[in-house]
């Protein structure tokens, strides 16, 4: 199973690398890819999409 989500305000690599690094640690999450230019993040695995979410506002990001 894979979630999509849009993410605002990832500018650089180093911010690419923070929101997988945060989302990567969600249980339940086996696979993240993070498309920088369009702000697409696909989660894939069987996580919370609440927890999903928190893990993309701690790394300082936003998901719309």
Not at 20 to 26: Q, T
Request: a negative charge.
């Amino acid at each position: 199973m894979s979630m999509i989500y849009e993410v605002t305000g990832m500018t650089c690599g180093h911010c690419q690398r923070a929101v997988e690094d945060e989302v990567g640690g969600v249980p339940g999450v086996t696979g993240v890819e993070v498309d920088l230019a369009t702000g697409r993040v696909e989660v894939h695995g069987d996580a919370d999409d609440t927890a999903v979410r928190g893990a993309i506002e701690e790394a300082g990001y936003a998901a719309v």
